[in-house]
């Protein structure tokens, strides 16, 4: 049977255009077309620069990683992969072997925790979870088969803050590879590289990307060779980005110094603002004097606190509930780095699975709340909180 016009399946060629979209035109093609066989091996020799299957990456994947190699001053081109978790699972199980072991901060991502206590283990990784504050710790924890230790600068949901520099030197000296995952903290405030880190881990899902309407991560590493080996892991694991998240997160990525300057200008007043409530315990904020790491913040964070506000309410979980059903156009959602601040309750999603009495060493009641700061005007910000506060003082 022939087709409408008799013509072949694939037209041509775009129409020509003497002029070009201002907007990275999204690529979904899943392959990639080449003139001739030698011309695909002087593609795959390097020789020559063109893509050919998606999953080895695409148009619209390197323009995130060119815009991320940028803002944290990569040595290197780094991979954008399909989750923040698909990014540090490339640098856990794609540099790492049998018989290895692997330092964690103990205030992780709750999927990274579990990456270190359940996957490694199971694979023949031992693992040990350390205070990233507290460097003495860290040095006991070492072994002659140690390879990397993996920290945030700034912990969820407490906002604890990474002695980085004890670290830096200490993974120098011992030959191990300091490992960043900079989503809380993002280039803005911290640039891993500058402070002797040997990769660098992103969830772009967050403030990066910023509207909650992408899953995408990055990595990269300063040294060469690791960094050929992560892209090679992600493309065997199947790590890749889909084209239309790379698009999406391109666009939010636009606009991300901006929110990301507003949300913690209003993080900074909303921090002070809580802090002179009824009913609030204690407000956790680098940016605040009160906080305990907050001249260590003040050194390594360039003035920039971050978005992130946690606070704990008196009372139990009649109290948060309260709080959270009166706090109205703020989504109770686990997530951060939105452009509309979201709250979450560690004692209900990411520490859930500890006994209160865990949580409870960690400093997280049913009273802990953390919340994501977003672009509201700030005063009407402070006046959603403080009236969901005082509910939460009614019950
Ligand atoms: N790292 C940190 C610090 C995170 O907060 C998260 C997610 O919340 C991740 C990694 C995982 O990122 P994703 O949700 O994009 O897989």
New binding site residues.
């Given amino acids: 049977m022939k087709n409408e016009t008799g013509s072949l399946v694939r037209p041509d060629a775009l129409p020509d255009s003497a002029s070009r979209p201002v907007v990275t035109p999204l690529s979904p093609s899943v392959v990639y077309a080449s003139d001739t066989p030698d011309m695909l091996d002087r593609q795959y020799e390097g020789d020559l620069k063109g893509y050919t299957y998606a999953r080895e990456g695409h148009p619209n994947a390197d323009v995130v990683a060119k815009r991320l190699d940028r803002m944290e001053q990569a040595p290197h081109s780094g991979v954008v992969t399909s ?6 699972s490339a640098v856990l199980l794609g540099l790492t072997k049998a018989g290895d072991h692997v330092i964690g901060g103990n205030q ?2 709750g ?2 925790l579990r990456m270190m206590t359940e996957d490694l283990p199971r694979l023949g990784i031992s693992t040990t979870l350390v205070d990233p504050g507290n460097v003495e710790a860290m040095r006991a924890a070492l072994r002659p088969e140690t390879r990397m230790i993996l920290i ?1 600068v700034v912990s ?1 949901p407490t906002l604890q803050v990474a002695d980085v520099a004890g670290l830096e030197v200490l993974a120098r000296e011992n030959n191990v590879l300091l490992v960043v ?1 900079n ?2 903290t993002t280039p803005r405030a911290f640039q891993p590289f500058a402070h002797g880190a040997d990769i660098v ?1 992103h ?4 403030l990066l990307a910023g509207h909650s309407d992408v ?3 990055y990595v990269a590493a300063r040294d060469q060779r690791l960094n050929d080996l992560l892209r090679v892991f992600t493309v065997t694991a199947g790590m890749n980005p889909s084209p239309f998240d790379c698009w999406l997160a391109e666009r939010g990525m636009l606009s991300f110094d901006l929110r990301f300057e507003r949300a913690q200008a209003t993080a900074a007043i909303l921090a002070d603002h809580l802090a002179t409530l009824k009913g609030v315990r204690r407000v956790l904020y680098p940016g605040r004097c009160d906080h305990p790491d907050h001249a260590r913040a003040g050194t390594l964070l360039k003035g920039q606190f971050c978005n992130m506000v946690s606070f704990e309410l008196e009372g139990d979980r009649s109290a948060a509930n309260a709080f959270a059903r009166a706090a109205e156009g703020l989504n109770f959602a686990p ?2 780095g939105d452009v509309g601040t979201t709250l979450s309750h560690p004692a209900s999603s990411s520490h859930r699975a500890l006994t209160p009495d865990q949580r409870k060493a960690l400093g997280m009641s049913e009273g802990f709340f953390r919340i994501s700061v977003g672009l509201e005007d700030p005063d009407t910000l402070c006046a959603v909180i403080a009236r969901a506060v005082a509910a939460a003082m009614d019950v």
Wanted: charged share 15%.
């Fill in positions: 989750s923040g978790m698909a990014a540090v992780l991502y999927r990274s945030e969820n995952d989503t809380f881990i969830s772009i899902t967050k899953m995408l991560g997530t951060l």
